[in-house]
């Protein structure tokens, strides 16, 4: 049994072309023979659409308009009538053909049994699945814990590092505190050095028994 689709290739109609591209489209998409008959350029096409088209399924006027599908000789409908078909999952019914092996239907009816049969013997493959799966879950926690020990460092080591800032904070005190001592020592000997060279000068022009008495006093001022 072959499809038969009659089709106006000349028409001016946009919504009628698209019509027929879309029922033509489906057609070579799953691969169902049909055949394509033109009623513009063929009044022989055009009378026999005419007049097989059921009367309830004519228009007002009474003129059917493409695209119409007919199996051989039976009418199938028009292009309302196939796009709700196909929406329905009830093409091939609509076409008056037999679904083929690989179609929906046939495998809503393998996916049916093959739950049927999980079911009865599929205990000991959901246990093995559960298995395996723990066994990738626990393999794959195993870095996770080595990646938590990468980013959180030992104890030790946050230990030892706020032991050499100590250690540097104690260096630096102990540098500040010689700083101090050798700058007072400076002063000290400076002191002793005006102290000596006003005591020279002195001394140039005192007698003896007068350097005598300024000694000590200079030594109680250092």
Known sequence: MVIKV???TS???IAIRKKQQ?????LEANKIDFKELDIAGDE???RWMRENVPGEKKPQNGIPLPPQIFNEEQYCGDFESFFSAKEENIIYSFLGLAPPPVSKVA???EETSALLNGELGGG???TTEGTDSAEVSGKDEVPKEDNEDADNPPESEVKQEGTTEEEEKEEAEEEEKEE???EEEQKTLSSFHASFLQVSQEVKYKPCHYVSSILPQQNEMA
Do not use: K
Not at 22 to 26: A, C, L, P, S, T
């Open 6 to 8: 009659f089709v106006a």
């Open 180 to 182: 101090v001592e050798e």
């Open 124 to 126: 000991e493959q959901n």
């Open 22 to 26: 879309e029922v033509v489209g489906f």
């Open 44 to 46: 022989d096409n055009r």
């Open 11 to 13: 028409s001016g109609s």
């Open 107 to 109: 495998e809503a009816t």
